[in-house]
Nanobody
Framework: QVQLVESGGGLVQAGGSLRLSCAAS????????MGWYRQAPGSQRELVAV???????DYSDSVKGRFAISKDSANNTMYLRIISLKPEDTAVYYC?????????WGQGTQVTVSS
């Protein structure tokens, strides 16, 4: 059974940085397409970063240059490094994994950026 558990969110001042983690069990992070989404209050969930099994990455225009997605096979964990945080980055961040036609989600971790 695939499970994803996010951590690392919190309250940060604008300009600060965070590293979000997504610990996976039941499958290997290295062999799957995985991504980070976020959902702000009153908004739809949006994809911000994705890493393919090849290691290629893609980012939404709003986060390019500030967000970096990575995977650690030894710890079976995916990360999202965020720098230069902005108040508009405030959202619940979810990790996502696509495997054999199914999509799995973690429970989310709250990121709040104060101005």
């Amino acid at each position: 059974q695939v499970q994803l558990v996010e951590s690392g969110g919190g309250l940060v001042q604008a300009g600060g940085s965070l590293r979000l983690s997504c610990a996976a069990s039941g499958t290997a992070v290295s062999s799957n397409v995985m991504g980070w989404y976020r959902q702000a209050p009153g908004s739809q969930r949006e994809l911000v970063a994705v890493m393919y099994s090849t290691g290629d990455t893609d980012y939404s225009d709003s986060v390019k240059g500030r967000f970096a997605i990575s995977k650690d096979s030894a710890n079976n964990t995916m990360y999202l490094r965020i720098i230069s945080l902005k108040p508009e980055d405030t959202a619940v961040y979810y990790c996502n994994l696509y495997l054999s036609g199914r999509t799995y989600w973690g429970q989310g971790t709250q990121v709040t950026v104060s101005s």
